[in-house]
């Protein structure tokens, strides 16, 4: 067996491209022996990982919403989905939103006053979408220290104001609303805010507070 892995990295070695800076997907769980990865890293386009006897992994992939649970072998990360060899994968598609898992690319050079605005126009006038999260409670990323306030922008909420202390953050980067037992209202807009920065979003009207994928909750301000 171990031959035969060694076959399949040296293969995926001489095929994978030159690493991209920008991530493709995130660890979303790591069960037993997984070489390169551990729980809530991100993954580049060209990464290899290497799964060990028993040993699966969860990759949610932020471009194509695939979420692939993967068991032994080695796995080839890719732009929208893994190649996989000595191996089994499951896909599923589930529901997220590109715009909001790149929301810290598109907006975070952006002033105060331009992004305070809730819904946006297209070049005809016509409200276009917020960004848009599937589950109540979003998992943000963030920089420790700092302090995230979340308003409520379309209707009367109290004001969420947590002091992002590293304590109380997941891998040290992620602040996770439903491990802290928080939740934001199906169908609301919202306005998170990070010192001079802010970042509009909504919940869609359908989300619930059950356990969903992290690419349908994630959140990425910094």
Do not use: H, W
Not at 136 to 143: C, N, R
């Amino acid at each position: 067996m171990k031959s035969l892995i060694g076959a399949a990295v040296g293969a995926f070695c001489l095929a994978a491209p030159a690493l991209a800076e920008t991530p493709a997907a995130i660890v979303e769980d790591v069960q037993g022996k997984v070489d390169g990865v551990a729980f809530m890293d991100y993954v580049a386009p060209g990464k290899i990982i290497k799964l060990g006897p028993k040993a699966s992994i969860t990759l949610s992939y932020l471009k194509s919403c695939q979420r692939e649970t993967i068991s032994e072998g080695v796995v080839l990360v890719g732009a929208e989905q893994s190649t996989v060899q000595l191996g089994e994968v499951k896909r599923e598609k589930v529901p997220c939103d590109t715009n909001a898992a790149k929301l810290s690319e598109r907006e975070a050079n952006q002033s105060a006053a331009t992004t305070f605005r809730t819904m946006r126009s297209d070049a005809k006038g016509a409200p276009s979408k917020l960004p848009t999260l599937y589950g109540t409670a979003p998992l943000v990323q963030a920089k420790s220290g700092s302090t995230l306030v979340i308003e409520r922008t379309d209707g009367k909420e109290p004001t969420i104001s947590v002091p992002l202390k590293t304590e109380i953050m997941v891998g040290g980067k992620f602040y996770d609303f439903a491990k802290a037992g928080k939740t934001l209202t199906p169908g609301g807009s919202y306005l998170a805010i990070l010192g001079a920065k802010r970042y509009a979003f909504q919940v869609d009207a359908s989300a619930t507070s059950s356990p969903t994928p992290i690419v349908g909750r994630l959140l990425r301000l910094e």
